[in-house]
């Protein structure tokens, strides 16, 4: 069995092993009064730890290691900051150390056998949440303010994103906002398509004409190069030349240049979601609303705001070519999930603001959760996942946690390691 040392300094800081009756290799009892505060720093491991040795307290700090010897290796000897050594705790003692003046504890002998059996299957076990077999419940509380911690994680990570869009755009908040809601649209295979189409001209060229759908949407599709696309090529209809007549002109007028080399994706894409729907449907909506992080982000309004992003492409593009395709209720719950929510917090944070901070937070609690495969299958080990909050949070738990097998920093770990 091989032993990690992030696996004693979690065992140390969550005291699962015997804890009294302890005894230095030299056979000194010791009390642990105080285990000591963990250092995330470079360093001794814990600090602030206090001990009793016979009669004797001291305060200082404590380091752990597998082997004893570990402590010549990492050179600590010599080094300043292990001066104040109280006690040395290692899993085996397979060097006698000469010349220190603290004692050490060999914590093979007070270990539990359940513990480093459970470790071992969680880091060897190929199931995609290690936990699966070992997972019967957790406390309700405890999970909530776990997942507030992992969706907060998840909420941090896009706002950081948002932040970086909007220097890209220069402070423009409108142009954030509509460059956030269109890589949402486009889905993961088209992200980057679309956030490349709306980088690629100045966006207040819209506000001119979005008054008029069609010349909206003919800026867009024009823009995308779609419109001289082989996709489109096969297509003979009056509303694409009229398109394509809409774009010449305005790309005159405006100096503008098509954006080259941008490949969109069709290929095993539902057609609902086929960039020319997604664009058609973007065009709409800025003909709506082509203030809108005025008129959505900041006037949000839950209520309202499915009736607010059901706009519908032109029904050229639909696959009946008849009636036209709406974004519908899952794709508009994936927009506010991923899109305005970290925007809204964005804002409230940049303008020292923390109603929309809040607000953000309120959204995500007050929506339902996310269906998708990850959520079905945390589902079906025995999670309770009710909002958006939570599905987010295991999002975060599969990715940041269960893959990389970080069960010594989850919440959940800490509970199955902890119950024999």
């Known amino acids: 069995m091989k032993i990690k040392e992030e696996l004693l300094h979690f065992i140390w800081q969550y005291k699962l092993f ?8 030299d056979g000194e009892r010791i009390d642990i009064l105080d285990f000591g505060r963990y250092n995330y720093d470079a360093g001794p491991d814990f600090s602030m730890a206090k001990i009793k040795i016979n009669q004797t307290i001291l305060v200082g700090n404590i380091e752990i290691h597998v082997y004893a010897s570990d402590y010549i290796k990492h050179k600590h000897t010599n080094d300043a900051r292990y001066k104040n050594i109280i006690l040395h705790v290692v899993y085996e003692e397979d060097k006698t150390l000469t010349n220190i003046e603290f004692p050490t504890i060999e914590l093979k002998h007070y270990l539990d056998e359940k513990t ?7 880091m060897d076990t190929l199931s995609v949440v290690p936990c699966q077999q070992l997972y019967t419940s957790i406390d309700p509380i405890r999970f ?3 997942a507030q911690k992992l ?4 909420l941090e990570k896009k706002v950081l994103e948002v932040a970086a869009l909007h220097t890209q755009c220069k402070g423009d908040w409108n142009k954030t906002a509509i460059i956030s809601l269109s890589a949402y649209l486009g889905q993961n295979v088209n992200k980057e398509a679309f956030m490349r189409l709306l980088m690629s001209f100045d966006l207040r060229i819209i506000s001119k004409y979005c008054k008029n759908k069609t010349k909206t949407e003919a800026l867009l599709m024009g823009q ?3 419109l001289q696309s082989a996709y489109i090529a096969k297509r003979k209809h009056p509303y694409i030349e009229q398109l394509k007549k809409e774009y010449q002109h305005l790309q ?4 503008l240049e098509t954006i080259q080399a941008i490949e969109w994706k069709f290929a095993k894409m539902r057609p609902v979601a086929f960039p020319t729907v997604r664009i058609s449907q973007l065009a709409h909506l800025l ?9 959505i982000i900041l006037a949000f309004d839950i209520k309202n705001i499915y009736k607010q992003l059901d706009v519908q492409c032109h029904e050229l593009w639909s696959p009946s070519q008849q009636e036209p395709i709406t974004l519908g209720k899952s794709t508009i719950d994936i927009i506010i999930i991923n899109a305005i929510v970290p925007l ?7 303008s020292g603001n923390e109603y929309y901070m809040d607000r953000a937070l309120h959204i995500l609690e007050s929506l339902k959760a996310e269906e998708n495969k990850i959520t079905r299958l945390y589902e079906s080990i025995g999670f309770r996942i009710e909002t958006a909050l939570e599905s987010q949070a295991v999002l975060t738990l599969k990715n940041q946690y269960c893959e990389p097998k970080k069960c010594l920093n989850c919440a959940i770990g800490l509970e199955i390691l902890r119950n024999n």
């Open 287 to 295: 003909f709506l609303y082509p203030n809108f992080f005025d008129e």
């Open 252 to 255: 005159a007028l405006n100096e």
């Open 116 to 122: 480093l059996e459970k470790y071992v299957y969680l």
């Open 151 to 154: 969706c907060f994680e998840r």
């Open 224 to 226: 995308s190069a779609l």
């Open 344 to 350: 809204m917090f964005y804002y409230g944070q940049a």
């Open 144 to 146: 909530r303010l776990f």
């Open 18 to 25: 015997h804890t009294h009756s302890l005894y230095s290799t």
